[in-house]
């Protein structure tokens, strides 16, 4: 199995699906989905893939049929999300017909996603409310970043931060989605996805060197700590 970086957020749901479809060109055809995308090494074909979203995290047998019988055959699933492909020749037949239909199915993930979100912020907000807070211990801002006593939590508020635009991305996409589809614009199966992916890994990098940062800070601390003999009498 070759392994890939995911490009785009799995809820960007056309841009997946033109991703897979661009991975089967090279030769490199889906085969299941986790922290890595996996692919079967194997001869470029053009393929269509089709991602369905279930209220829970199974999809049943009928819905598996549904799509078989009009030429999709079933490969795989990500928590919500169902991966379909069909060769381009065979002209599978479209589930979907009505957009405005389709958004129904997208209901339950964005109450999820909105759920979560809002744990998020609570959390991150509470988080960066108390390392803020270290910024005026004894009312010496100054005094505290000059000592370096900040600096650490600084960039936990930054990771915080980073994790509320994460959930409140997902939010909006699903939300934007639901909203072309209820005006009858269907998904766009073949949606650029390359400079949402270049733009998500710029983001993804900076805030991992920014965790990394951060857990190498308190190592350098003890590192660079003096020890001082207590004075025998």
């Known amino acids: 199995l070759v392994r890939k970086i ?3 957020d799995f809820w960007r749901i056309g841009e997946q699906e033109s991703w897979l479809s661009d991975m ?18 194997g001869e ?23 799509y078989e019988d009009n030429g ?9 999300f169902h991966v379909f492909s069909s060769p381009k020749e065979r002209n599978a ?3 979907h017909t009505d957009p405005a239909e389709q958004s129904f199915t997208l209901q339950t993930l964005n109450k999820r996603l909105r759920f979560n979100a809002i744990v998020v912020i609570l959390l991150s907000t509470l988080t960066i409310g108390l390392n803020t807070s270290i910024w005026f211990l004894d009312n010496t801002p100054i005094l505290q970043l000059v000592k370096g006593n900040v600096i650490h939590s ?11 635009y994460l959930s409140s991305r997902g939010v ?3 939300l934007a989605l639901q909203k072309k589809l209820k005006h ?11 400079k949402g992916f270049h733009r998500s890994a710029i983001i993804n990098v900076a805030f991992i060197t920014i965790a990394l940062f951060s857990v190498y800070l308190p190592f350098k601390s003890i590192i660079v700590m003096d020890t001082i003999t207590l004075p025998v009498e």
């Open 6 to 8: 995911r490009p785009v």
């Open 24 to 41: 089967a060109k090279e030769g490199l055809h889906f085969h299941s989905m986790g922290t890595f995308a996996r692919f079967i090494k």
């Open 44 to 66: 470029p074909k053009e393929m269509e893939y089709r991602i369905e979203v279930t209220s829970t995290k199974d999809i049943s047998d009928d819905q598996i049929m549904m």
């Open 72 to 80: 999709w055959e079933y490969i795989s699933s990500f928590g919500q």
């Open 93 to 95: 037949v479209e589930i």
């Open 154 to 164: 600084t960039i936990i508020s930054l990771i915080m931060l980073y994790n509320i």
């Open 172 to 174: 909006l996409a699903i």
């Open 184 to 194: 009858g614009i269907p998904i766009d199966h073949h949606a650029p996805w390359k």
